[in-house]
């Protein structure tokens, strides 16, 4: 299976614990981003990277939520200190780098991890 | 603020018939527009795309259709199948002169259930 693949796909945790996601791209897709997507909601932008240079944090993304893709391939997501909030569907997709000019944009996303904050 | 717009949460069509998904957006910058469909428990699949300098694209069952003057754009499934059944989500981007591309900004979804 060449898709992009996330672990755990389901993540049940005590409010104050610290959780971390992995996110595993498309092996050639140098680009990969984070989205949260909550109960009748569509997915939110969280943050991407472009091989392993963060290039955009959205605001939602606090203080206690870090991501990193140390060797510009598997990502991971930590939240610290989770609280209820924190529950919901988190994304991850990937993409090739689009040259200059070429008009595709899709993102391919995993399945998700589902997190629940108790 | 709400940049992408999906104003039905539901739709119900009845198989063979066509279904029409609609979408509307806010923000200027947005020249690239996706479809996605959503299964419970899964991410979302990429359906179809269209770049602003095109008011229409289609592949087999699936068209879009863009109406820049009118920040619209539009899904159409003919003829549709109980395995469409899923819900539909229209994002938008900007790629700009650069070609890169980055986020995609998301609507609510809409529901779409296709009846025998």
């Known amino acids: 299976d060449t898709g992009v693949s996330q672990n755990p796909r389901h993540k049940i945790t005590k409010r104050g614990q610290n959780v971390t996601f992995r996110c595993d791209p498309i092996?050639?897709?140098?680009?990969l981003y984070w989205y949260r997507q909550t109960l009748g909601q569509g997915p939110e932008f969280l943050t991407y990277f472009q091989n392993e240079a963060q290039l955009e944090k959205s605001r939602l993304l606090s203080d206690r939520f870090s991501a990193e893709r140390p060797k510009g391939s598997f990502s991971t997501l930590e939240i610290q200190r989770t609280e209820q909030g924190d529950s919901a569907m988190y994304l991850c997709a990937s993409r090739a780098l689009a040259r200059r000019g070429q008009g595709n944009n899709e993102q391919f996303f995993g399945p998700g991890t589902r997190l629940t904050v108790l | 603020d709400q940049q992408v717009k999906q104003n039905s949460p539901s739709l119900s069509v009845q198989e063979g018939r066509i279904s029409i998904l609609n979408c509307d957006y806010t923000?200027?910058?947005?020249?690239?527009f996706l479809w996605y469909k959503k299964y419970p428990a899964e991410g979302p699949t990429f359906l179809i795309s269209?770049?602003?300098?095109?008011d229409k694209n289609e592949d087999g069952r699936f068209t879009v259709f863009l109406n820049k003057s009118a920040k619209h754009l539009s899904l159409h499934i003919v003829p549709s199948q109980p395995g469409d059944s899923a819900v539909y989500f229209c994002?938008?981007?900007?790629?700009?002169?650069?070609?890169?591309?980055?986020?995609?900004?998301f609507g609510t979804g809409t529901q779409l259930k296709v009846e025998l």
């Open positions: 994002a938008a981007s900007e790629i700009g002169l650069t070609g890169g591309g980055n986020k995609l900004t």
């Open positions: 923000n200027s910058m947005f020249d690239y």
């Open positions: 269209i770049s602003s300098i095109k």
């Open positions: 092996s050639e897709h140098n680009r």
